[in-house]
């Protein structure tokens, strides 16, 4: 990281910390203003997972599945990652599972309900995929020709139907972020283009690293310059689009369907007036099965502080797009036309992944769990 990006970062957080009331350093609480509350989750991981990351939530809404990275090297050096199914109702474990090399990514598939994972963001990638009912997995590999570094986040996309699908099957195309890649002649985001292998299954590039042409959306102005440098988390939006976090700029890059007019958008992201890097970002609608609700939870992943916590409110508009920002450790809601990212949850230690459930989460709360800025025990009802 440069001097330049470090000193814009810091005075990011600077900004923040000021907005917030609190002195920058300053090792406050995780906590919510109102009308959100945030405790929380009260999973307790088993012995040796620690720095959960990215999550996933069953169709259901009754399971939660988190990845543990477990300080493992991101090249796949050493390991093993845990992967947790929690019973979000009660906080009990029902499957811990190590996973060869960094667990990063984390998505279930709609048409089966197993679990997807990626491995190692830094080199020598893998996927895992994991029986969501016996835990057992398989791990599969990819050909090297457009993949040069790791993999980080995957999404599902509802495949067009084929004249060979038998009636009501639902097929799904995979994407994942290709990060670390040596330069941006490679791609960002790649798609499964076959049947997956054990070695060599075959990819091809969804999003270039240096895309020909991208409109930036707060400036309404056509850029040819953009570079997707260090490409991390990935979700879909309610348009079906695949919506991608770039690290190297600050931005979110949206990848619409390739003949419309402006197939590549970005968006500048800014937290204080000045740039902000994010992670994981969500829109209020299931990342599993598409369905969206106002009544949801939100699941926050605080990997340095190995908690997770849970955010909820009354109502969520079904137009609300939320960020974890990484470096200034605040969960804050987006406006898309802007880029502007308003502080909603502060205090964590190392804000990363982020899941909605569209099913209110019954949790007993407790007062040593309840956070938010009005003092604690504001129970939900």
């Known amino acids: 990281m440069n001097r ?16 917030m009331g609190a002195a920058p350093g300053a090792r406050a ?9 945030l405790r929380v989750f009260d999973g307790t991981p088993p012995a040796g997972a620690t720095a959960p990351d990215d999550l996933a939530i069953s169709a259901n809404g009754a399971h939660l599945w988190v ?5 493992v090297d991101t090249t796949g050096k050493g390991g093993p990652s845990t992967l947790v199914e929690y019973d979000i109702a009660s906080g009990a474990v029902l499957k811990s599972i190590n996973i060869p090399g960094h667990l990063d990514g984390l998505k279930i598939n709609p048409a089966t309900g197993d679990v997807w994972t990626t491995e190692n963001e830094d080199g020598n990638p893998t996927l895992a995929v994991v029986d969501h009912e016996s835990g057992s997995f398989k791990i599969f590999r990819f050909s090297p020709a457009l993949i040069t570094g790791g993999f980080d986040d995957l999404v599902f996309v509802p495949a067009a139907p084929k004249s060979s699908d038998h009636e009501g099957e639902s097929r799904q195309d995979v994407f994942i972020v290709t990060s670390s890649q040596v330069n941006t002649s490679t791609p960002a985001i790649v798609r499964i283009s076959g049947p997956l ?11 270039p690293g240096a895309p020909a042409s991208v409109l930036n959306v ?29 690290r190297s700029d600050d931005s979110l890059y949206i990848v619409r369907d390739a003949k419309a007019p402006n197939p590549v958008l970005r968006v500048p992201l800014t937290l204080g007036g000045s740039p902000v890097e994010v992670n994981d970002t ?3 609608t299931s990342a599993t099965n598409g369905v969206s609700s106002t009544a949801g939870t939100i699941f926050i992943t605080d990997t340095s502080g190995n908690k997770i916590y849970v955010l909820t409110k009354s109502y ?8 974890a920002a990484n470096v200034a450790n605040v969960v804050g809601l987006v406006d898309l036309n802007t880029g502007m990212v308003t502080p909603i949850a502060t205090g964590f230690k190392g804000v990363h992944g982020l899941a909605f459930s569209p099913i209110r989460v019954a949790i007993a709360p407790s007062a040593r769990h309840e956070h938010n800025d009005e003092g604690e025990g504001n129970n939900d009802q």
């Open 4 to 19: 330049f990006r470090m000193a814009t970062l810091l005075a990011g957080g600077i900004a923040v910390a000021a907005m």
């Open 29 to 37: 609480q995780a906590s919510a203003i109102a009308p959100y509350r």
């Open 67 to 71: 990845g543990y990275g477990n300080g």
């Open 197 to 207: 292998r054990a070695t060599n299954t075959q990819v091809t590039s969804a999003l």
């Open 218 to 246: 707060e400036s309404n102005q056509v850029e040819t310059t953009d570079m997707v440098g260090d490409p991390d988390s990935m979700t879909l939006d309610p348009a079906g689009e695949l919506v991608l976090d770039n």
């Open 282 to 284: 969500i829109f209020t």
């Open 316 to 323: 969520f508009p079904s137009n609300e797009v939320y960020t």
